[in-house]
Structure formats: C-alpha cells, structure tokens
C-alpha cells in the first residue's frame, strides 16, 4: 500500500530552526512535494525534490533520500508566520500526489 | 505564476439543494484538473481527476452520480454537488496541471461548503 508519515504536531520557538521529517511508501515515485497549509486555506508549494539531495531555497530547504524513502523539511528563522500545517507529498507511478495529514506546526514568541 | 481560482469561496445551503463549484486556471491551460475534498483535521482526499473533454476518474468511495464533474474546457472545471446533504459539509478543493507538466499543481484557494 501506499502511506506518509510524518509527526501529528511539532512546537518550535520562534527565531529557531526545526525539521520535520517524513517517511513514505508508494508504488513508483516522481518525487516528492512539500506544501504549506494555513488553517481553512488550500496547500501552497514549498519544494519539490526529485534526486537526492538538499535543495535549499531561503529559510527553507528541503532534503530527499529515495533509498530510505525519507524526506524532511528543515525551516530556519522561524516565524510566527510559519505557524502551519506541512504536508509532504510524494508522487506515485501514475503522477498522482499521495497526502498524508500533514504535521501541525505551532510557534511560540 | 500560475494561478488557479475557485468560486465560491463560501457557500452555504439548504439539505437537498445541488450547489457547483467552479475551477479556474487564469493564466495557463490546464489539461488536467484535481478535486479534492478535506474534512478538518485530516488530510487531502483525492476525489477525482478530470482531462479536459473527456470523463472524469473517481476515486473509489466517490459516488459519481453525486459529485459531477465537467471539464469542458482547458481553463474551467466545474465540481457540482448534488442534493447536498450535512455530511457533505467540506472543504473542496481543485488543483490544475499544465500541458506537458507532469509534475506540478498549482491549487485554488480552496471552497468552504456548508450544508444544514
């Protein structure tokens, strides 16, 4: 079967750095999507890594091990902003994003 | 960017009533379309996907009969829900890709639907 998983709720002082990390099974992959979700609005895209490695893009950066079907999101600098859900999305073999329920970020000043 | 809309943002309606939902890429063609719906709490359901002019693929579970979709064109599809009911209640959102983008979505901002 396919499945995500990740923490159902992480906490993180603000100006902190935090890493939330992502296992996944799926039948073929086409890389792996993280979004953001703010409560009662849809996902923005955050990253997409298809080989390994770390992609880095300003206070985000996400790294990919295809190998160990693993993934994390690291954010730097936090914000109260960054107060969010974060879904990592792999794609299977037929182009389809699976979703898990995400890991609900809470900022503390 | 691309940019995906939705509309309406809120709805709410009477048990029993059909309400539609419409989907728009405003800046690109979209070939495919997404629909999903989230329950608070929970994460993304695929309900279906739509290539324009031709049926929509449901997701097993998803009554098609309930949940029509049309995607008559490549910048529009339209989610309706038929004789709507308070289970329905959800957060439905759509997601287009481009022609030749296998990879990326770009999703709208998502309709609130409420059903009494």
């Known amino acids: 079967g396919q499945n995500i998983d990740q923490p159902t709720e992480m906490t993180a002082t603000e100006g902190a750095i935090v890493q939330i990390n992502c296992t996944y099974q799926?039948?073929?992959?086409?890389?792996l999507f993280w979004y953001q979700q703010h409560a009662g609005e849809a996902p923005t895209f955050l990253s997409y890594n298809v080989l390994d490695g770390l992609e880095e893009k300003g206070r985000f950066s996400s790294f990919l091990s295809r190998s160990k079907g693993y993934s994390y999101l690291l954010l730097k600098e936090l914000q109260m902003k960054d107060s969010a859900s974060y879904l990592c999305?792999?794609?299977?073999?037929?182009?389809?994003?699976?979703w898990g329920a995400g890991t609900k970020l809470i900022i503390k000043p | 960017g691309a940019v995906v809309s939705q509309h309406p943002s809120r709805v709410i309606c009477k048990s029993g009533t059909s309400v539609k939902i419409e989907c728009r890429s405003l800046d690109f063609q979209a070939t495919t379309m997404f629909w999903y719906r989230q329950f608070p709490k929970q994460s993304l359901m695929l309900m279906a996907t739509?290539?324009?002019?031709?049926?929509?693929?449901?997701e097993q579970g998803v009554e098609k009969d309930k949940f029509l979709i049309n995607h008559a064109s490549l910048t529009l599809s339209t989610l309706t829900v038929t004789s709507a009911h308070p289970e329905d209640s959800s957060f439905y959102i759509c997601?287009?890709?481009?022609?030749?983008?296998?990879?990326?979505?770009?999703f709208g901002p998502g309709t609130r639907l409420t059903v009494l």
């Open positions: 739509s290539n324009e002019g031709s049926k929509a693929t449901y």
């Open positions: 999305a792999p794609m299977d073999s037929n182009y389809q994003l699976i």
């Open positions: 997601s287009a890709r481009a022609a030749g983008e296998v990879n990326e979505q770009f």
């Open positions: 799926t039948s073929g992959f086409n890389g």
